[in-house]
């Protein structure tokens, strides 16, 4: 069945390091690949999606690219802030219905 | 701000118990999906409706229940409450079934004691 992998956090860093978050996913066909953020204490919030291979996702200074050869949709952001810490989690959804297909979660601590 | 309320945000019963999660999703959004959220299992889909009709059933369990209405709000039933039942409970909403973002709301935490 489909299925998403993340690498396993805490991912501790200094304020504008490099991130890297990696992520890889097993599905049939072509699912649409999605990267979600959880704030303390709130709720899920869509960060960036991609629809298809090669495709580029990018918010707030966060980027993901859809690789398909490598089955994988890791994030990256050049230069972190405090305010970035938070739990990133990487889904797919394939077939019609758009369910989503969850990775473990990532948590990310950034300090000054 | 997502747009897809949920309520209660916290709730605190027995075992035994039943309760209903009730969730409003965006503006013009047709379905909703229920996610549930706990340490040991992570984030797992439990069951959407589209438009009032069930469209896709996940892990949940039988003591569960749901409902769309046709103000297209959904309820999420849990009856004999264990202490394992204690998670996040997601709801979430997109326009339509399929090829669409879908947007969360902020979670009701159920504790189960």
């Known amino acids: 069945g489909n299925s998403v992998t993340q690498m396993e956090g805490p991912v501790t860093l200094s304020e504008e390091a490099f991130l890297t978050i990696n992520c890889t996913y097993t599905?049939?066909?072509?699912?649409?690949l999605f990267w979600y953020v959880q704030y303390p204490g709130e709720g899920l919030q869509l960060l960036l999606k991609a629809t298809k291979a090669d495709d580029k996702g990018s918010n707030k200074g966060f980027e993901a690219t859809y690789r398909k050869e490598t089955t994988s949709f890791h994030l990256e952001k050049g230069s972190v802030q405090v305010s970035d810490s938070a739990v990133y989690f990487c889904?797919?959804?394939?077939?019609?219905?758009?369910?989503?297909?969850f990775g473990a979660g990532t948590r990310l601590a950034v300090h000054p | 701000d997502s747009g897809v309320t949920q309520t209660p945000k916290h709730l605190i019963t027995a075992t035994g118990q039943r309760v209903t999660l009730r969730c409003s999703p965006r503006?013009?959004?047709?379905?909703v999906y229920w996610y549930q959220q706990s340490l040991d299992q992570g984030l797992q889909f439990l069951i959407q409706?589209?438009?009032?009709?069930?469209?896709a059933k996940g892990n949940i369990l039988e003591r569960f229940s749901a409902q769309q209405f046709p103000d297209l709000h959904s309820e999420l039933n849990l009856s004999s409450l264990e202490l394992g039942d204690s998670a996040l409970y997601f709801c979430a909403s997109s326009e339509s079934q399929g090829g669409n973002t879908i947007y969360f709301g902020e979670g009701s935490w159920l504790t189960v004691v």
């Open positions: 409706y589209y438009n009032g009709e069930e469209r």
């Open positions: 503006s013009g959004d047709l379905s």
């Open positions: 599905a049939t066909g072509y699912p649409s």
């Open positions: 889904a797919l959804s394939s077939g019609g219905y758009n369910k989503l297909i």
